[in-house]
């Protein structure tokens, strides 16, 4: 949920209400499917980013969106002349309601084997929230994990790889995927960032869960030493898609390829993680 904002009000609930009730018209507004670099694809809709990567033996799909667009991924996945079927693979960046919505459908419908971090394995199996599981309006159709992976692991489809990076925070099994595409005659490294803002969680006090700034922390370090060539995220934000898109041209260069933007997006979260832990720190000492 890399759009939510801290908030530490005492009607929480209701905050959190109001808060998707305005972020669903931009998650779920539809956007035209197209081919984003090499053999990666976005399907996602216009503030949630949903990708399909094709091999030579399938389809993987990584993430989907809130429950209620599953219906517009998969007529997103068909516009590319793609068939929903052969998706054998769905990778999940974090288990988020906003990027695990459509799992369960799509599992069910495809038999697709489903792989994500460790640690969010009860959170996708119990549809919740970590450190908030009793509220409602976090929860998502729970959804089994057929494989767990944690740092450096492997999944391959054909002639495709990708390999996990554990970048906890986030969530606690918050885990980026790395892969090579051709750009032309060019190989590039491209990351699908799992997230790394603060979000709902909270830092302090009764932290979502423990170990949580530390691993921020760490994720920070690990993510600026990266060499990555092309930055994709669970939201179009993260990495100016629109913008992007826009100067998309027959013959001219990728503009998704930007070496040192991770870096400098990495930087900024740190910033700003440091800043909402001071704020959480201090709300805390004032009751």
């Known amino acids: 949920m890399c759009a939510l904002t801290l908030l530490s009000t ?47 033996q399938g389809l993987i799909l990584m993430d989907t969106a809130m429950p209620q ?45 489903l792989v994500a971090g460790e640690r969010d394995k009860p959170l996708l199996e119990g549809g919740y929230y970590p450190g908030d599981e009793k509220n409602e309006d976090l929860t998502f159709p729970p959804v089994k994990v057929d494989r767990v992976v944690k740092e450096g692991d492997k999944v391959t489809l054909g002639d495709t790889t990708l390999i996990a990076h554990a970048t906890p ?64 995220g669970p939201h179009p934000e993260v990495y100016g898609m629109q913008a992007k898109r826009a100067q998309m041209r027959d013959g001219a260069p990728n503009p998704f390829v930007k070496p040192g933007e991770l870096a400098s997006y990495a930087t900024g979260l740190s910033e700003e993680f440091d800043k909402q832990l001071a704020k959480q720190t201090a709300a805390l000492e004032k009751k």
């Open 69 to 113: 667009s599953t219906g517009m991924i998969k007529d997103n996945i068909a516009k590319l002349g793609f068939k929903v079927a052969d998706i054998k693979i769905v990778l999940n960046s974090h288990a988020h309601l906003d990027h695990t919505g459509g799992f369960a459908e799509i599992k069910k419908e495809t038999g697709a084997q």
């Open 10 to 56: 005492g009607t929480q609930a209701q905050t959190i209400k109001d808060f998707l009730a305005a972020a669903m018209q931009k998650w779920t507004a539809p956007f035209e499917p197209f081919q984003l670099i090499g053999n990666i694809y976005y399907v996602g809709t216009e503030g949630i980013a949903v990708y399909v990567i094709k091999t030579s």
């Open 169 to 232: 925070g986030h969530s606690p099994g918050c885990t980026s995927w790395e892969m090579t595409v051709k750009d032309g005659d060019q190989s590039r490294e491209v990351l699908f960032f799992c997230s790394g803002t603060v979000a709902l969680n909270r830092l302090v006090g009764q932290p979502t869960y423990p170990g949580i700034i530390d691993d921020y922390r760490s994720t920070y370090a690990k993510v600026k030493a990266m060499k990555i060539d092309v930055l994709l």
